[in-house]
């Protein structure tokens, strides 16, 4: 099979559309996960909200059951991809090369230790974007990923038979 010919794909049929029961509580959840960290932020006048968390809130409300939304997964995998950011951006520069490698590394981190999350692999390009001193680690990553992981916490039990979280 030649390269062009995968670029078609499998032609595989479309996932089943959600229910607006789940899309209901998705949204539900997303908003009140970033307006609680927000209102934190904003009340405390520090930093908790960071542009990836509006991607975990896609996993955790709408995929709740899958790993990559678990608490173990939100927390670590961002707070490994947001340490390795500045690891790379504080030890190498801020050049091409070291934010690649930072995104490579991040991703090998997760893996390695479990804690995959997809948006937390955006995490390295914001620091190197921004060029935050070393406690961006704890303010906004850890403790905006953890007021995440509350909200939720709260919210799927309240609002779902199933439990959540599956696994810490």
């Known amino acids: 099979m030649n390269l062009l ?30 307006a609680v960290i ?25 995929y709740p059951d899958v790993p990559f939304s678990q608490p173990r997964n939100v927390v670590l995998g961002h707070f490994f991809s947001t340490l390795i950011g500045l690891v790379f951006v504080h030890l190498c520069g801020p050049h091409w090369w070291s934010v690649a490698l930072a995104v490579g590394s991040a991703i090998a981190v997760m ?33 905006g990923a953890v ?6 916490l709260i919210f799927h039990n309240v609002t779902r038979e199933a439990r959540w979280p599956k696994y810490w």
């Open 5 to 34: 010919t995968k670029f078609r794909g499998d032609s595989a049929a479309l996932p089943p559309r959600a229910a607006g029961k789940a899309v209901a509580l998705a949204f539900v959840g997303g908003f009140l996960a970033i």
């Open 38 to 62: 927000a209102l934190l932020a904003q009340s405390l006048h520090v930093a908790l909200v960071l542009g990836s968390f509006g991607a975990s809130c896609v996993l955790v409300f709408g």
């Open 111 to 143: 893996m390695i230790t479990r804690t995959v999350h997809p948006p937390a692999g955006s995490n390295p390009v914001i620091v190197f974007l921004m060029k935050p001193a070393w406690d961006f680690a704890l303010l906004p990553t850890l403790a």
């Open 147 to 152: 007021i995440l992981v509350l909200v939720a």
